[in-house]
Structures are given as structure tokens and as C-alpha cells.
């Protein structure tokens, strides 16, 4: 498991399998995750649903996620890639990157940096609360 963060840490985080779970549910402890996460973290988005413009990620959101997790996910930021995920992570910092389900390929990329204990694995599937035990980490 990845380490505790110090505040003010970035934090990249996927949606779909990680804040909003089957049937396109909010994840239980969502709203405590992205509270934490954000007033503590450099959030970013790691989503297709988000490439550089964070309108098409709020419109898919608002229709899933509570009101009070939609405020909170007004405070993460947009970043520009075009193909990868991996094309966002500043490797020079520490960070911590939530996805559910990681491409090898992003596995590797995040090795060659020495980075993979940056990937937090997140099930919701098999854990659907998984997040109460994540904020731990943020």
C-alpha cells in the first residue's frame, strides 16, 4: 500500500470504479474522500472523462454524484494529455494515483519512474467501501 501523504501532496484520481461504482452509484464515503482529498491535496483529474476541460467531467458527474461530493469536485483540477493517463503524473513529486484498473503498460511507465507505489488500487467491487479505508491514506 502506497504511503500517507504530507499535505499538499497531488493526488490524480480516476472516476468511474473508484468515486462512482456499479450501475453508476456514488461510491459510499465519497463525499469524506474528495473532502480530505481536497482540502488537503493538489487534486487532479485522471479520467477519459477529462482531458484538459473540466466541463465534460462535472456533466457526467452531476447526474451520479451527491451535491455535496459535486463541490468538491469543482476544486480538482484539468489536465491537458492526449493518449495516456501516465502523460499527466509530475514524476518528480510525490503523488498518489486512485484507478481501479490500470493498464500494464501504465504499470510500467510508473516502474521506469520509480513510481508504482504511487498507484492505489481501488475495488469497489470487492470492497464497496473501500474509500472509508482510503481516506486513511490522504
Known amino acids: 500500500m502506497a504511503p500517507v501523504l504530507a499535505v499538499n ?3 490524480y484520481l ?5 468515486l462512482v461504482g456499479r450501475g453508476r452509484k456514488p461510491a459510499p464515503y465519497v463525499v469524506e474522500f474528495l473532502k480530505k482529498a481536497t482540502e488537503n491535496h493538489d487534486c487532479h483529474w485522471a479520467t477519459t472523462h477529462c482531458k484538459g476541460d473540466t466541463v465534460p467531467v462535472m456533466d457526467y458527474i452531476k447526474g451520479i454524484l451527491p451535491v455535496e461530493a459535486i463541490e468538491y469536485c469543482k476544486l480538482i483540477k484539468a489536465i491537458e494529455w492526449s493518449h495516456k493517463k501516465t ?5 518528480e513529486s510525490d503523488f498518489l494515483w486512485f484507478e481501479d484498473a490500470p493498464f500494464e503498460f501504465e504499470k510500467e511507465v510508473l516502474a521506469q519512474h520509480d ?5 492505489v488500487l481501488v475495488d469497489l467491487i470487492n470492497n464497496p467501501n473501500h474509500l472509508r479505508e482510503l481516506i486513511k491514506l490522504i
Not at 115 to 119: N, Q, R, T, V
Open 115 to 119: 513510481k508504482s507505489d504511487s498507484l
Open 14 to 18: 480516476d472516476i468511474d470504479g473508484v
Open 87 to 91: 502523460e499527466i503524473f509530475d514524476y
Open 9 to 11: 501532496m497531488k493526488i
